[in-house]
């Protein structure tokens, strides 16, 4: 049975709106607050696994998706030093801008009945008395000099079927189609090196990035955001179900960001709604993502030792790629 109050949602991204279309689906009643302005861009790599499809038949979302024309995507490219790693994806993903992807899900969150408030200010009763999911993003601290930061600009240009991805000391991007005909390229630097070059990232960018750019127009000036903190919440506490990057932020280089929102967000939405133990929705939310976090992890340890080129040479691309997804 639904809670009977209903469930609060806070942060209307795609986690927060996944969490309220599967409250709603429980029958229970949604509210979902969100501060920002939508639609608006983001930072954020902008693929979706091929598993996204599973989630979003779930949602009842999958037509509304696919109307959205997103980019499909076959093949990948993974730039490691000297060596480019190419290989097909296990199954075929998808790439939508955030900019359609949150305008398209909170849209169908208000058609399905949850209650959208444009605030940053909650009622302190209502948490207190209904179960809330907590989905704002990161609000994770960082060391001035020691923070990671993401950046992102769309450009026009010839696009395919491949997502790339281009590894650098201490930096990375990846370049892949969005709807439209549009070209995403977002990345992650630390800010020992962006910030000598007023955090313009394209002074980063090696010869391979910079020659798969060549001839492209850009249609908005570089986005950059942080900092980003590597972590995950599956002990946190606090009596909210957490949800996308307010439960952790895994490297943007495993390509299941939205994924794993996605996931989680579903997760928090149902079990709030059917008053589930917040330490059991994350006990469920260690067990769909911790392979995927650990793994990322020893790849980035593995990236910052330079070993990357040497692991490129001896593993297959499918696999690197299907160690990276959460276990459904």
């Known amino acids: 049975m639904p809670h009977s109050s ?8 795609p986690a927060g709106c996944a969490a309220a279309l599967a409250a709603r689906k429980e029958g229970a ?3 979902l607050y969100e501060k920002g302005r939508f639609p608006r861009h983001k930072v954020c790599g902008e693929f979706l696994s091929p598993e996204t499809r599973s989630v979003f038949e779930t949602l009842g979302l999958w037509s509304a998706f696919a109307a959205a024309r997103p980019a499909r995507l076959l093949r990948a490219i993974l730039h490691i030093g000297r060596r480019a790693k190419r290989f097909s994806l296990p199954e075929p993903a998808y790439s939508l801008s955030r900019y359609r992807l949150d305008d398209l899900l909170l849209r169908e969150a ?11 200010a909650i009622p302190g009763d209502e948490v207190r008395q209904r179960p809330t999911v907590v989905a704002h993003g990161r609000q ?15 450009f026009r240009g010839p696009a395919d079927d491949t997502v790339e991805m281009f590894f650098s000391a201490g930096c990375y991007a990846g370049v892949s189609p969005v709807e439209g005909g549009s070209v995403n390229v977002c990345g992650l630097a630390p800010e020992t090196l962006l910030r000598p070059h007023g955090f313009r990232p394209e002074a980063l960018f090696g010869d391979a990035l910079r020659a798969r750019l060549q001839g492209l127009e850009p249609l908005f000036d570089w986005l950059v955001t942080g900092p980003l903190v590597f972590r995950d919440g599956f002990r946190d506490r606090g009596g909210a179900y957490l949800a996308g990057d307010a ?17 989680t967000g579903t997760m928090a939405g149902q079990a709030a709604s059917r008053s589930v133990p917040v330490d059991e929705h994350a ?13 990322a992890s ?3 340890g593995l990236l910052g030792a330079g070993m990357a080129e040497s692991l490129a040479a001896l ?4 696999w690197l790629y299907r160690l990276t997804r959460p276990s459904l």
């Open 6 to 13: 209903g469930v609060t949602v806070i942060g209307a991204g």
């Open 29 to 31: 009643p949604v509210t």
């Open 110 to 120: 208000v058609a399905q009945g949850v209650e959208l408030r444009m605030s940053a």
């Open 140 to 154: 994770t601290p960082a060391p001035r000099g020691e923070r990671l930061f993401g950046f992102k600009a769309h």
């Open 247 to 263: 439960m952790g932020f895994v490297d943007p280089f495993t390509g299941s960001g939205i994924l794993a929102a996605l996931l």
């Open 283 to 295: 006990r469920r939310c260690r067990n769909t993502l911790a392979r995927q976090y650990s793994v």
């Open 298 to 300: 020893v790849l980035r």
């Open 315 to 318: 593993v297959p691309g499918r």
